[in-house]
C-alpha cells in the first residue's frame, strides 16, 4: 500500500531541496545536479518516483534467460536508482553515463555499476566509438524531460544498442507532444530502426497529497523499442 505524504509533513529543509528543481536546462545543468545529488533521491522517492523501478521490471520481463549475461547502459544514470533495481533482478554488468560528477558520485556509492562515465549525451555526431553496438540494453529514466535530453539522444540509444537490444526509457505523456519525442520515435518505427515492444502507464509524484513546485501527480509511460 502506497503511503500519501502530507504537504505540511514535509520538514522545510526538505521542502527547499524540491524548491531546487524549479527552474534549470542544459546550460546549468551540471551545476543544477552537482548542488542537489546528495538529496536528490530523498526528495524524488518522497513525491513518489517510479520510472527507475518501472524500466527495471520491464527490462527483467524482457530478459528473463539471460538476465545475468545482458550488458545494460544506463544513460543519465543519475543517482544510480534503476541501476540498483536492475542488480536486485539479477542484471550483472551495468555501465551509467551522467554529466555531473555529483550524482555519479552517490551511483558509485551504490557498488553497482561497473563502469561510470562523467559525459555529456546529446552529441551523437561525436559519440565515442567505444559505446557503438555494444549493449543489450539502454534504460534512460527522468532524461527525456524539460530542460534534459532532445531528440537527439535516441540516435545515440540506436548506436549504442546491438541489433535486436532493448532501448528502455519513460517521459511524460505530455511531453511526447510537447517536446515532439513521439514524432522522433515514430519515425524511428517507419524507417524500420526499431519497434514497440512494452509500453507501461502509470503516475509520477504521486504520493504527495498536492501539487509542491514542480512535483504534483503526473501521467508517465515507459517504453521498450527493439533495435531491428
Ligand atoms: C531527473 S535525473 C534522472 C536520474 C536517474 N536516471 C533517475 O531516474 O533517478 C536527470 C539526470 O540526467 C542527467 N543529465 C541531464 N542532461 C544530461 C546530458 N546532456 N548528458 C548526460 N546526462 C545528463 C543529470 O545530470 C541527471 O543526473
Given at each position: 500500500m502506497q503511503k500519501t505524504v502530507k504537504l505540511e509533513e514535509i520538514p522545510d529543509d526538505l521542502k527547499l531541496e524540491m524548491l531546487k528543481h524549479n527552474h534549470y536546462d542544459q546550460s546549468n545543468i551540471v551545476e543544477h545536479y552537482n548542488e542537489a545529488a546528495e538529496k536528490y533521491e530523498q526528495v524524488y522517492l518522497t513525491a513518489g518516483y517510479h520510472d527507475p523501478e518501472k524500466c527495471a521490471e520491464v527490462a527483467r520481463d524482457l530478459f528473463r534467460e539471460e538476465i545475468s549475461t545482458a550488458l545494460v547502459l544506463d544513460m543519465g544514470c543519475g543517482t544510480g536508482l534503476c541501476g540498483k533495481y536492475l542488480t536486485d533482478f539479477g542484471f550483472t554488468h551495468i555501465d551509467g553515463i551522467d554529466a555531473s560528477s555529483g550524482m555519479l558520485e552517490q551511483a558509485k556509492s551504490k557498488n553497482v555499476y561497473n563502469e561510470l562515465i562523467e559525459m555529456f549525451l546529446g552529441k551523437p555526431e561525436t559519440y565515442?566509438?567505444?559505446?557503438?553496438?555494444?549493449?543489450d540494453v539502454i534504460t534512460a529514466t527522468g532524461i527525456l524531460a524539460e530542460g534534459h535530453l532532445d531528440c537527439t539522444v535516441f540516435e545515440e540509444m540506436l548506436m549504442s544498442l546491438k541489433k535486436g537490444g532493448y532501448a528502455i526509457f519513460t517521459t511524460r505523456t505530455m511531453y511526447l507532444t510537447q517536446y515532439k519525442y513521439g514524432e522522433k520515435i515514430q519515425a524511428l518505427v517507419d524507417e524500420g530502426r526499431w519497434e514497440l515492444v512494452r509500453e507501461v502507464v502509470f503516475d509520477r509524484y504521486d504520493q504527495l497529497d498536492g501539487e509542491f513546485g514542480r512535483f504534483k501527480k503526473v501521467e508517465v509511460r515507459a517504453f521498450a523499442y527493439k533495435k531491428l
Open positions: 565515442p566509438a567505444k559505446f557503438h553496438n555494444k549493449y
